[in-house]
């Protein structure tokens, strides 16, 4: 903790860039950087977005945001857009991922092959820039399946090791999901790959993060919290997603968005790191889900998981390694997230009473 302590002496200096910034990890990562005393610089895809641009803005007081906050245009299918965000920056936190494919697009035909160009070009950026000490990817653990190639079941325990194998079937799959997998996959490789070089200018940290939900600084839901509380919504795309994922990972991992915030300026306030970190607090399979509800309620109708299916848990824990301690765990990011979506209306707050 003493390295992190140091590592934010004069912070109002130390510019750093986010990509994604009005997004649901994109606002809290800003939020949290600017709270320590961070100048950033935050991307959007519209800076006339005002709902987006607006909600950046309106993280921190006025006066603050006026001083060390600064909004930039960029979009990954234009990722030469995002150099001026990056010019002067130490830091630069790659948020900001293409879940719909631009159909306009004539360069590219999917959002794989948009992620992994831009990445390419930003690294160039980085490069140029000459001021960049560290980029940070907020990858996700959908491309960390423990599933073995060779189709016999799932390895022991997941690890930073392990990568999805694209070729090897599961129930439940969904072609959306594996173009999604597959475009953080080619772009975390990508960027790792810049570790290798020669002589990197910069060093590259990777951080695969699993369901991430908790809360939200948005006015709307969240994908990760919407899955999360689907036992209890009874909301069967978003439970037939955890599903998916159960039989991709063999479990369901989850970390609070607070948490991957923090494990993302952990990584960038240490002195030197490298390399690919996983992020998740807890390893449950969607049994244990359910059975958390199922006590909590036990009033409600809740959806069920009538599967079975193999528990991978982690054996290992490299962030926890380095000091970094997760503040959440599996019962808090599942009952934070239920009482996030009452407050967003997804969820009737008098089903679930026993809640206020």
Known sequence: ????????T???GVRVCVTGGAGFIGSWLVKKLLDAGYTVHAT????????KAGLVRGLVPGAVAERRLRLFEADLYDAATFAPAIDGCRFVFLVATPFVHDATSTKYKNTAEAALDAARVILRQCEDSKTVKRVIYTGSMAASSPLKEDS???KDSIDESCWTPLAVDYPH??????????????SERELLAYNAGESPAF???TVPCAVVAGATLQEHSTTGLDCLA??????????GALRMLQRLMGSVPVVHVDDVCDALVFCMERPSMTGRFLCSAAYPTLADIVDHFAGKYPHLDLLKETETSP???????????LGFKYKYGMEEILDSSVECAVGLGCIDASKISSLL
């Open 1 to 8: 903790m003493a390295e992190e302590e140091a590592g934010r």
């Open 203 to 205: 060093e590259v940290v």
């Open 44 to 51: 959007l895809r519209s800076v006339g977005d005002e709902a």
């Open 311 to 321: 528990s991978v848990q982690a054996h290992s824990d490299k962030l926890g390694d």
């Open 173 to 186: 799959r969904s072609a959306r999901f594996d173009e999604y997998i597959l475009s953080k996959l080619l």
């Open 230 to 239: 689907s036992p209890l919504s009874r909301d069967e795309r978003c439970f």
């Open 152 to 154: 016999t079941g799932f």
């Open 10 to 12: 004069n912070t109002g």
